[in-house]
């Protein structure tokens, strides 16, 4: 089955150059599309490098920065079109261990939608604050608590959709970003009666850049839980 992993970007330059290799050793076969938002640290012209030494590398470059939810859904089109079955989702900078990927793949033999969980077996991560810890904890159990998902990690960007369950999902309908788009995918995979695993990941905070934390995601993931709740979200 082919496979490809969607890679967001944003001033990941040296992140991407290191990521990309480890992935193919961990995953050979896998293709690696990154959906890079007008970087301008030169991310994408890297990824053009990198592609011509490294086969089975793409770039998909957007004409600004326009959020970590809509690069995920162009990133999901393109492997639609391009007839991938299983579809990956990870971030750049190393918190998503590229060695948990061959554990995603054989667990999406059996599942339509593997989850990698930081939560699965108490607390897996590693370098947070006390204060984001708490945090990203409590949102999970907000989201989990208000929309009924039976999962520990519902805002978790670290996983293996097949093909099917995107081809269901309305994507065009997604408008949410950061967490709460993670919430949103979850929850409509569900509702459609996609099976659903997570395994035990340790999530190890970022090697380098900036965190993606603001007010403004946490307030958009705490709405989405109660739009999904009252059927608003379509």
């Known amino acids: 089955m082919k496979s490809i992993i969607v890679i967001p970007t944003y001033n990941e330059r040296e992140n991407i150059k290191k990521i990309i290799p480890v992935i193919k050793k961990n995953l050979k076969n896998c293709h690696i599309l990154v959906v890079d938002d ?33 690069a995920y859904v162009a990133g999901f089109k393109y492997a639609l079109r391009k007839d991938y079955g299983l579809i990956f989702e990870m971030d750049a900078d190393f918190s998503h261990d590229p060695s948990y990927l061959p554990l995603l793949a054989e667990a999406a033999k059996e599942n339509d939608l593997v989850i990698g969980s930081r939560y699965l077996k108490g607390v897996s991560v590693v370098n947070w604050p006390i204060r ?84 403004k995601v946490i307030m958009e993931a705490a709405f989405i839980v109660w739009k999904l709740k009252l059927g608003l979200a379509k």
């Open 38 to 70: 007008a970087s301008p640290d030169g991310t994408a012209a890297e990824v053009k490098r990198i592609s011509k030494k490294i086969p089975g590398v793409f770039l998909l470059k957007r004409r600004a920065k326009l959020g970590l939810g809509t």
């Open 132 to 215: 984001r810890l708490i945090l990203s904890k409590f949102a999970n159990m907000y989201a989990a608590g208000v929309t009924g998902l039976p999962l520990k990690d519902c805002t978790s960007g670290f996983k293996c959709y097949r093909r099917s369950v995107l081809e269901k999902i309305n994507l065009d309908s997604i408008h949410s970003d950061g967490y709460a788009f993670q919430i949103e995918m979850h929850y409509k995979a569900w509702k459609n009666g996609f099976k659903i695993k997570e395994v035990p990941i340790i999530f190890v905070d970022r090697h380098s850049g900036s965190s993606k934390m603001s007010d």
